[in-house]
């Protein structure tokens, strides 16, 4: 904490793919350990990604307790708006606790934003969330954090190893049993989509600006899921398939997921989803390829929704073959 590097723990899109907790192919996450002792600064430029969410959380990873949302904000919200023609934009911004806010964060004229620490417990997580709507096109936002005043990394100890360890492996065994005991409830209610417990979501560390729908799917060789949606009025949305241990499939070489940028719509401004083994080949509808996968997990996010509760996906088993001759005798007809 007396040192902070805002490091992507994890990323699908490096050498060595680490994976966890749904992680959303459009996202770019990253995290840094910090503690309300201090005051830190955190600068850089803001980019061109579709949304940059900065988050709060307190606790830290591989600890009990959770990571409960302590304060969160969007960049745009913060002074900080995309802009195209300049992803040079400086950003800046504060955090520390209340009774440390630095003066130029309650100043009249041009406050410098600030997020808010609690108190207790001491330790937190600064949590940014940077999401794409094209990878290949938006640039994003960099971003560096320093205790304010300067950093001073405290001297290594055997202590302070010992339990930087037991951190490290607790985080390991503790987020997999977290997310395959999630898994083992999604099955509840497999090839459905209901809508995610808020509160639980919101304790995890999740993006409370999201409306996550959090589920199990589980295909024939010869079926298909289904997803027929009518997108609210939001910032944006997506979906994706993961394995059963909530990690994304292989977005790198494969279509596992589809965004409000990237989707083909219907005249209406619906869109529907098809989960299968094989492409259906169909113009109008989003292929969600399952890479040889026969069951796992799912999710579908709305992001920023202006209302609330917002309409939910409706999925649907079929025979592929029977899917296909519907919508070739809907293109006759028409």
Known sequence: PAAPVLVALANGSR???????????????????????????VEGTRGSVHYLGLGLQSGTYGKPGGLLTIDYKEASDMGFPKDLKNTSLPMKFYISTKSKMPKCCSRRKSPVPWLCMADSPVEHVLIVRQTYEDRLTEEAAELKISCDGGNVPSNITPKKLEESLQTASLFVAGASMMFSMWAKDFKAHTNKLPLFDQEKSNRAGGDPNLRYYHSYWALADDEALVIEAMPPKCDSWNFQLNNHWMESLEYRYFTVHVNAHLATYNDDGSVIVVVSHNDPGLPHVNWIDTVGHTCGTMCWRWIRPESDPCPAPRPRVVKLSAFLQEENGKKKNN
């Open 15 to 41: 050498a060595a793919p680490v994976k966890i907790g749904s992680d959303n192919p459009d996202n770019l996450y990253q995290s840094a350990i910090i503690s309300s002792e201090y005051v830190y600064c």
